[in-house]
């Protein structure tokens, strides 16, 4: 028993390996909370910073069940987004969601393995968030007066359609200076208290229009999900947080030392 305990500690090591950085420099935070129930589990987050246009893209799974044969699975689908944005480091949201579908529909789906997902991109040149989501909870655009507006569904979850049939529906909307995406697992508006409710999207919507704003958004909203479940959580949870601290019309190659700096962070 001691060897298997020892065994998922170091899985949990090369599981967490995976996760990028919180980083807070320049125009762009992004920071995120992970508290899987197991050792490891099924939610993983992923980040690319282009400095070719200065784009972030970010990308949120949620693998079907939690444990072991969940990690084993986010941990291929990690490879396969790193192998996408070796080859493609522009590969927008609608790409990006085409490719991973086609992966797990014709590795994964005959093991009924499916994920829901999330993958946006922000132009912090623009402020212009692109966004799909896969049969994934709604993120939040949290805007600086306190409003909250849903980035719905845009198309089914990955692998179960074939890949002919997939459209992921890419849609887009206009973020400004201050302005945070909320992220999340299903983990969090599923979390029960001990009388057996649920946390629910209009808690989490209330949540996110508190006022002032939290320093740390990910950290907050998981502490609220942490009262409500009181320490008895039943699903792997992850917050995750992207501001836009400030927007510049002018191009990349344009940008002063100042900032270009946050473009030379290594989130991975």
Known sequence: MQSIGGEFTRARIVHDAMFPKPFDVGHIAFEYQYEPIAEIGGDYVHIHVCKES??????????????????LTVNRLFG??????????????????????????????????????????????????????AGHPPSLLRTTDGGVRDLETTCMLLGVQNPNDFEPNEQQIAMHPGDVVIAYTDGVIEARSPAGEQ???????????????????????????????NGNPDDDLLVVALTLRGVTMSKPEQWNEAEKSWMDVTPA
């Not at 579908?101 to 922000?122: E, V």
């Open 54 to 71: 200065g784009k972030i893209y970010l990308t949120l799974l949620d693998v079907a069940g939690h444990g072991l044969a969940a990690a």
């Open 80 to 133: 396969e987004l790193e192998r996408i944005r070796a080859e493609n480091p522009h590969a927008q949201p609608h790409d990006v969601m085409l490719l991973l579908n086609r992966y797990i529909n014709l590795t994964m789906s005959r093991h009924s393995l499916f994920a829901t997902g999330m993958c946006m991109s922000l132009d912090p040149s623009s402020g212009t968030l692109t966004w799909v989501n």
């Open 199 to 229: 946390f629910g999207m209009d808690r989490l919507r209330e949540t996110a229009k508190f006022n002032p704003p939290p320093r740390f958004w990910s950290r907050f909203i998981t502490s609220a999900v942490s009262t409500h479940h």
